[in-house]
Every structure is written in structure tokens, then in C-alpha cells.
């Protein structure tokens, strides 16, 4: 079942790209695994998937110890800078940092750089994490001073209605930065019920989970 929801999946990032005149290789598939158990990973990694996201930073920790080394863990979640011990070793990609001080705390715990985007809260969901777009490029030239830290681009969770224009904006932000000297060249944006939307707006990295896995228990 996950086999087949995946290769889904794929195909519909394939219609995407077509549609919006990219290439596929362009966006990166990022299957959401978390709380859900390392035997769905491993069938998924057995399809050919390695990139995988986790929200939890001891979850990360644990899965990483039980599947094999060529995975790319993604942290997607709050990072709380006492848990980075357990995210820096393993991360690939940082994806949700809005503090220097998380950065700095991941800097000290990584064994190679550290790589990672600034959330930007965009719309107006109290509960969603990320910085103002307002203040957006100056916290990412804050974190890309951090020696060891490289910033590699913006990410967002919008509001289910109107994603189109949270996924434009984030895009225009992106770009201003680019102009501006920083490296923001990676969207992370769009999930299960819109990932096909954000790929037209530029997305570089899909966030994938119930999709891929079913629902979340």
C-alpha cells in the first residue's frame, strides 16, 4: 500500500512539473514519517524514497539508529535548543529555524555543517510557528552569520484557504533575498492537499506524509 501511494505520489509532482514547465529533479519529495513506525519507512525506503521527515527531535534520533545510513532526515518541527544534540548529527535539512540561538545550538552539536531554512508565518493562524515576513530577511542574514550555518532557503505552513497567495508570496520573498546576497534558493511549502499548487509557485521540497503513510494514529 505505501508502495503504491508513493509511486501516487510521484506521479502527481511529475503532472506538476509538466504543468508549470520544471523539471522534476527540481523538487524533492520529502515523505513526513513521523509517529509513524520504521517499518512503513523501511517499505518506503525499499520503493526508492530517502528523503524522510520528522518532527520530534528523539523520534528523529531513534529511526535514524534503525534504518540505513543513506537516509536524509529532514527536521520539520519546532526546534527546541535543548533537543538539537538530537537533531544536529543527523539532519540533512533544518527545516522550520526562526531563532539564532537554535542555529548557534546546532552549530555546536554538528560533526559538518549545518543547513537549514528560516520559517516565515504567513497569513494568520496564531498556532503556526515563524517569523513575520516583515522581518524575514533580516533574521535569515542573522542566521546565515552564524559561522558553520548555511541558509538555504525559505519555508511555510499557510492557511488551507487561499494557499496560492502564501505560496506566491513566499516565492517573492525568496527572490527579494536572492537580490538582496542571500542563498535563497530551497522553498520548502506545500503538503498531502497542496503540494501540487506550491510546486507552481517554485516549491523545491514537498512535505508528504498522510499521502504517502495514511493517517497519522
Not at 521527515?53 to 529532514?74: F, I, M, N, T
Not at 520559517?119 to 493562524?125: K, R
Request: glycine share 10%.
Amino acid at each position: 500500500m505505501i508502495t503504491a501511494r508513493l509511486q501516487a505520489v510521484r506521479a502527481r509532482i511529475a503532472r506538476a512539473c509538466e504543468a508549470a514547465g520544471r523539471d522534476p529533479s527540481e523538487v524533492t519529495l520529502v515523505a513526513v514519517s513521523k509517529v509513524h513506525p520504521v517499518a512503513s519507512i523501511a517499505s518506503a525506503y525499499e520503493a526508492g524514497q530517502r528523503d524522510f521527515g520528522e518532527s520530534y527531535a528523539q523520534e528523529l534520533r531513534d529511526k535514524a539508529g534503525e534504518l540505513p545510513d543513506d537516509v536524509r532526515w529532514h527536521f520539520i518541527g519546532r526546534l527546541q535548543t535543548n533537543k538539537a544534540k538530537y537533531v544536529a548529527p543527523r539532519a540533512y535539512r533544518v527545516h522550520a529555524l526562526t531563532e539564532v540561538k537554535q542555529v548557534e545550538a546546532l552549530v555546536r552539536r554538528a560533526t559538518g555543517p549545518v543547513r537549514g531554512m528560516l520559517a516565515v508565518h504567513l497569513g494568520d493562524e496564531a498556532s503556526k510557528g515563524g517569523v513575520p515576513p516583515e522581518i524575514a530577511l533580516t533574521r535569515a542574514r542573522e542566521l546565515d552569520a552564524v559561522q558553520g550555518f548555511e541558509i538555504t532557503g525559505l519555508m511555510t505552513i499557510p492557511p488551507p484557504e487561499g494557499a496560492a497567495l502564501y505560496f506566491e508570496q513566499l516565492a517573492e520573498l525568496a527572490a527579494e533575498g536572492c537580490r538582496a546576497g542571500l542563498q535563497l534558493t530551497e522553498l520548502s511549502m506545500g503538503m498531502s492537499g497542496d503540494f501540487e499548487v506550491a510546486i507552481r509557485y517554485g516549491a523545491t521540497h514537498v512535505r508528504v506524509g498522510t499521502a504517502i503513510f495514511g493517517p497519522r494514529t
